[in-house]
């Protein structure tokens, strides 16, 4: 048990009781002679961040490949890279990632890259969630339509270390992936009641060439597959038309805004507002960070609100508590984990953030704050699952971390 004493939450100082794994009782002059006390005076408790579409591994192509676009990018740059990553690399990539995660106050991710089974083990020691999935892509070759079905099926029998490591299976775009193998893993999902991830309408390109293919849009197209329920989580959905919200909409499928990586590659921008308007369960995720270049969420809610209000052309959109909420409780809504919101009750999934780092004085609305103004240097405190990660701005083992990962960097390249 421990108890967060003199903590800020909504415009008032409370006192924070944590038991176990949630938020047993919020309010004021709370004791139990059990619990670790905690002192939070000068801090204020916030949920933390849901990251809902990452590469978290692709830590080593920082600044790789810069000013390209999209396709170029992924053959010229960055496709020949990651043909040489190992398992091994997989896990140092992945611990470094999440310790960027912890530090930019980010509890829980979807990862969609290779070697999904090598990240289980880091996750696992970094103590945060995740969904980690199998990403599939057989560039349209029946040999490996077969070989990517058989890595699938071996991957989906592994046993997760905990609650908190969750398996999904992915596929990375209708312009890379069969119909046979989006098919075959949306099912092998669906058989076993876990989340299925693609890249969707990243680009017009992504489009026009998906018509001239199929005859019809990449939404409408899997929506046509029986691809689209409320366990497909659809990374960008930049360039959807009418019919294609309505259908993903009706689907209750989840959409993925990338702000930052859609920005830097021109790719278009998602219309954020339309889509909330809409009924669209919108979430938010950095994308990995070849193309951000960092995992803040923080930094992604700033740019998601400033892009909607370009695309909007309305100042109006994207309002920061709408946008607060995108980042954190819609996402953990989506993953199926009853966190992001600081209520009784609720997994406890939180940070604390230095009320006098100068990025939140003056204190007239946090949320804004957070939105507009801070960094991660506010971060000071972060739990996951009622545990501590990130005390007073230290993590256990980080020098660690970093030493085996630029190592591991110098022996890929
Ligand atoms: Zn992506």
């Not at 089974?117 to 349209?140: H, P, Q, W």
């Not at 953990?332 to 990025?359: C, H, P, Q, S, W």
Request: hydrophobic residues 40%.
């Amino acid at each position: 048990m421990i108890i967060v004493k003199n903590v800020y939450l909504n415009g008032q100082t409370v006192d924070v009781l944590i038991k176990g794994n949630r938020f047993e009782k919020i309010g004021t002059g709370i004791k139990e002679d059990e619990a670790q006390v905690m002192d939070a005076s000068g801090k204020a408790i916030l949920p933390t961040f849901c990251n809902m579409h990452t590469h978290a591994s692709m830590m080593f192509l920082r600044g790789v490949g810069e000013d390209l676009a999209l396709f170029d990018w992924l053959q010229k740059e960055i496709w020949p890279r990651e043909a040489k990553l190992t398992p091994e690399a997989i896990y140092y990539f992945s611990k470094f990632a999440i310790l960027e995660m912890i530090r930019t106050g980010t509890t829980a991710f979807l990862d969609m890259y290779f070697y999904p089974e090598a990240s289980i083990k880091a996750v696992d020691e970094m103590g945060v969630r995740s969904v980690l999935t199998y990403c599939g892509m057989d560039n349209f070759d029946e040999a490996k339509t077969k070989k990517e079905i058989e890595n699938a099926e071996k991957f989906l029998s592994l046993k997760m270390p905990s609650q908190k490591v969750q398996k999904g299976l992915s596929c990375h775009a209708v312009y890379t992936v069969s119909e046979k193998l989006i098919k075959t893993f949306k099912q092998m999902a669906r058989d076993e009641g876990l989340l299925f991830n693609m890249h969707l309408s990243e680009t017009k390109k992504e489009v026009e060439d998906c018509l001239a293919k199929y005859g019809k849009r990449p939404g409408k197209l899997l929506s046509d597959w029986n691809v689209l329920d409320e366990k497909t989580i659809l990374a960008h959905s930049v360039h959807l038309d009418d019919e294609e919200i309505r259908l993903i909409k009706k689907a209750k499928s989840v959409v993925v805004n990338n702000p930052i990586s859609n920005l830097k590659l021109n790719s278009g921008q998602m219309p954020l507002q339309r889509y909330s308007d809409e009924g669209l369960r919108v979430t938010l995720g950095t994308d990995g960070v070849a193309s951000n270049n960092n995992l803040s969420m923080i930094d992604e809610m700033k740019v998601a609100a400033l892009s909607a209000k370009s695309k909007a052309d309305d100042c109006l959109a994207a309002k920061v508590g709408s946008i607060f909420e995108v980042a954190t409780a819609n996402g953990f809504e989506a993953l199926g984990i009853n966190a992001g919101k600081i209520k009784e009750g609720y997994l406890a999934d939180f940070m604390l953030v230095d009320l006098n780092n100068f990025a939140l004085i003056p204190c007239e609305n946090l949320i804004s704050n957070m939105v507009y103004a801070a960094d991660s240097s506010c971060i000071k405190d972060v739990f996951c699952d009622g545990k501590c990660l990130m005390k007073n701005g230290h993590i256990n083992g980080e020098e660690e971390i970093i030493r085996d990962f630029k190592r591991a960097c110098k022996e890929l390249h």
